[in-house]
């Protein structure tokens, strides 16, 4: 697993801090997105940062 991978043991256990929704894994954007909330959460070093003020607002094409 290279440093930029997140262990797809946490992936399965992460939801979105917004709306406790589900995830999915944008690996070229290194996010996690959450459709539902419009967000897209940086991961960094491999670490997903799952703080809403983090978060990437999506625009209208992504959602």
Known sequence: MS????DPRLLEILV???TKGPLTL???R???VSAE???AYPIR????I????EARRLDG???
Do not use: H
Not at 50 to 53: A, E, T, Y
């Open 3 to 6: 440093e930029t991978d997140v």
């Open 16 to 18: 979105c801090s917004l």
């Open 26 to 28: 944008d690996r070229e």
């Open 30 to 32: 290194q996010e996690l």
């Open 37 to 39: 909330a419009g967000l």
């Open 45 to 48: 070093d491999g670490i997903p």
């Open 50 to 53: 799952m703080l809403v003020d």
């Open 61 to 63: 094409e992504e959602t």
